[in-house]
């Protein structure tokens, strides 16, 4: 008599081993299982390239979830590899940006037809991403910078910056549910946020703050923050953290605890 079993292709894709008999097959598996013939795929050969500096070359930090109330992919440092429109919070790209100048410096956010005018228009600074089914041109420069065409959404600043201080930028991609909470944490530099849909609530130790549709905010380095949602409504955000170069673009954080002060 035959066994018939089925192995998971997330273990590997050894076919030939269940054409075999009893414990042969019992055996044969094992001994393959354990083969460099089920070797795990590189982690570097999967999932989209995110413009900018690699992972490798920035420190990462210790960011844990996205969420601590309701399941947030991404954890806002994973590129996003399914539909624009489902929930998570994802990178959507990078940036060296080097030492910051002594003219205040803001985070211009415009909006292509396509890839390739949004690649033409990039400068210096510049970011081309692919966020909420859109592409977007980010770019941080001084109050009267302009691309060549696309759409100006936004512009956001001025960032509070160090003069001669290096600086990256880790841009984020935000599709979050009703009562999602972030992890207390603090960043290395200020964060920036640009309210697509929904109403985001920020809570640090100064209070808080509440920004709709169409508003921007800004919280400087330092405080430790956590972040919710207002109301029943998704919220489609665009975020960046302007960070030291060197050091991780956010640490989860203790010694301070929100009072739940947002609005339901």
């Known amino acids: 008599m035959r066994i018939a079993m089925r192995v998971s292709t997330r273990l590997c894709d050894c076919a030939e081993v269940l054409r075999l008999p009893g414990f042969a097959l019992f055996f044969a598996l094992a001994a393959t299982l354990s083969s460099s013939a089920c070797a795990r795929p590189s982690p570097s050969s999967g999932g989209p390239a995110v413009q900018g500096t690699s992972a490798a070359s920035a420190p990462t930090g210790n960011t844990g979830g996205a969420s601590v ?11 996003r590899t399914g539909p624009a429109d489902a929930v998570g919070c994802h ?3 990078k940036e060296q940006l080097g030492p910051a100048p002594a003219t205040p410096l803001f985070w211009h956010i415009d909006s292509y037809a396509t890839r390739a005018a949004a690649e033409a228009a990039r400068r210096g600074r510049g970011t081309v991403a692919d966020a909420h089914g859109r592409v977007w041109l980010f770019t941080i420069a001084n109050a009267e910078w302009r691309p060549e065409g696309g759409q100006r959404v936004a512009r956001v600043g001025p960032l509070p910056l160090t003069p001669g201080r290096s600086y990256a930028a880790h ?3 935000g599709v979050v549910p009703p009562n999602a909470l972030t992890p207390v944490h603090r960043h290395a530099g200020p964060e920036a946020w640009y309210i697509l849909e929904g109403t985001n609530c920020l809570e640090t130790p100064d209070g808080v703050r509440t920004v709709g549709a169409g508003e921007t905010l800004i919280v400087p380095e330092g405080p430790p923050m956590a972040l919710t949602g207002v109301g029943t409504a998704m919220r489609r955000t665009l975020a960046v953290v302007v960070h030291d170069a060197a050091q991780p673009w956010t640490n989860v954080t203790t010694g301070w605890t929100p009072k739940g002060a947002c609005p339901r």
Do not use: M, S
């Not at 109330?69 to 590129?79: H, M, N, S, W």
């Open 69 to 79: 109330t309701v399941p947030v992919p991404g954890r806002c440092e994973l590129p």
């Open 91 to 93: 990178l959507a790209g």
């Open 171 to 173: 841009y984020i991609e």
